[in-house]
T-cell receptor, first 115, second 111 residues
Framework: AQKITQTQPGMFVQEKEAVTLDCTYDTSDPSYGLFWYKQPSSGEMIFLIYQGSYDQQNATEGRYSLNFQKARKSANLVISASQLGDSAMYFCAMRVQTGANNLFFGTGTRLTVIP | NAGVTQTPKFRILKIGQSMTLQCAQDMNHNYMYWYRQDPGMGLKLIYYSVGAGITDKGEVPNGYNVSRSTTEDFPLRLELAAPSQTSVYFC??????????FGQGTRLTVV
């Protein structure tokens, strides 16, 4: 069975500082993908970044980077130079290659950026 | 290119009523999903489809039905609405191994 764990219900960060949102996962499937989505107060789900289990380098997308530690089964999201618009819920998700390739979501972390 | 379109955006149902949540995508994606998000929680999979004519249950299918007669459309049917079905519903689609694209969500309240 697949499981995603986000242990930080809420996080605060000062504007312009960096912040790390934690995510650990569990799967016996050797091939999987890890995703981060942002959900602002307006409610939509916005894709941020993707990391494949066989990718050698950590994924980066602008101010977002994914700190992928395969042996520890962690896929933390790092947001650099936080902005007020980064205040939102952040969800970590995983998809495995077997079966219907469904996305399994964590419970989310609410990030608040303080001016 | 509209992406994934869900209708309606908001709905209030009385206990025992039925309704259909509409979802359409214009990206020719094979995979489509319905999720529900309860307050303060992550998304849970209700039903999914890997192509036209093929659907299967997710984690929380009870009280719902789906159909997939075309690649574009994936409606979710609620029969005999119950207060426990008060939630925000998201439809998503995916092509290949890319990320899933989500609709704007439908906020449903059952009273």
């Amino acid at each position: 069975a697949q499981k995603i764990t986000q242990t930080q219900p809420g996080m605060f960060v000062q504007e312009k500082e960096a912040v790390t949102l934690d995510c650990t996962y569990d799967t016996s499937d050797p091939s999987y993908g890890l995703f981060w989505y942002k959900q602002p107060s307006s409610g939509e789900m916005i894709f941020l970044i993707y990391q494949g289990s066989y990718d050698q380098q950590n994924a980066t997308e602008g101010r977002y980077s994914l700190n992928f530690q395969k042996a520890r089964k962690s896929a933390n999201l790092v947001i650099s130079a936080s902005q007020l618009g980064d205040s939102a819920m952040y969800f970590c998700a995983m998809r495995v290659q077997t079966g219907a390739n469904n996305l399994f979501f964590g419970t989310g972390t609410r990030l608040t950026v303080i001016p | 290119n509209a992406g994934v379109t869900q209708t309606p955006k908001f709905r209030i149902l009385k206990i025992g009523q039925s309704m259909t949540l509409q979802c359409a995508q214009d990206m020719n994606h094979n995979y489509m999903y319905w999720y529900r998000q309860d307050p303060g929680m992550g998304l849970k999979l209700i039903y999914y489809s890997v192509g036209a004519g093929i659907t299967d249950k997710g984690e929380v299918p009870n009280g719902y039905n789906v159909s997939r007669s075309t690649t574009e459309d994936f409606p979710l049917r609620l029969e005999l609405a119950a207060p426990s079905q008060t939630s925000v519903y998201f439809c998503a689609s995916r092509g290949g191994m890319a990320e899933a694209f989500f609709g704007q969500g439908t906020r449903l309240t059952v009273v």
